[in-house]
């Protein structure tokens, strides 16, 4: 049953995103797609053991290649994709207890929450960017995708 709430509740997380962000009505089950296959990336990876950090970037990468291959094949950028992908994946939790620490004067429990952040938006980068690169080296060799 966590499984399947964990991809029932991404999927609503990234789709809700998309309509945030005004992405076309088509493409709203797709980015909804993206978003829950990196956040089962990130689970998996998470219940297996994997360090929160290697479990991120792993997703955001899966995020990105799939926002890639949905871009070529919806003929649409894939900041379309990519942005509603990594919604569930974004920090927000340990930023407000961050945030709520240094309000309450609890700077060393704050600096942590505030470090594991920083690093876990970090690691979503990083995970983008191998994701370009690799996608870029595709390119140079001219492999076609999704056909």
Not at 31 to 58: H, I, K, Q, R
Not at 117 to 131: E, P
Request: aromatic share 12%; with cysteine.
């Amino acid at each position: 049953m966590t499984i399947l709430t964990n991809m029932l509740f991404s999927f609503l997380a990234a789709a809700s995103f998309g309509i945030m962000f005004n992405v076309p009505k088509k493409l709203l089950v797709k980015c909804g797609t993206v978003g829950m296959a990196g956040w089962m990336v990130y689970y998996f990876l998470s219940e297996n053991s994997v360090d929160p950090l290697a479990s991120t970037v792993a997703a955001s990468f899966t995020i990105a290649v799939i926002g890639h291959v949905y871009a070529r094949l919806y003929k649409t950028p894939v900041i379309i994709f990519t942005i509603a992908g990594i919604i569930p994946l974004v920090p927000g939790g340990i930023a407000y207890r961050a945030m709520r620490a240094f309000v309450q004067n609890d700077y060393d429990n704050a600096m942590s929450l505030a470090a594991k952040a920083f690093m876990i938006s970090g690691s979503i980068a990083l995970g983008l960017i191998l994701s370009d690169v690799f996608y870029q080296l595709l390119l140079r060799k001219k492999v076609p995708i999704g056909k």
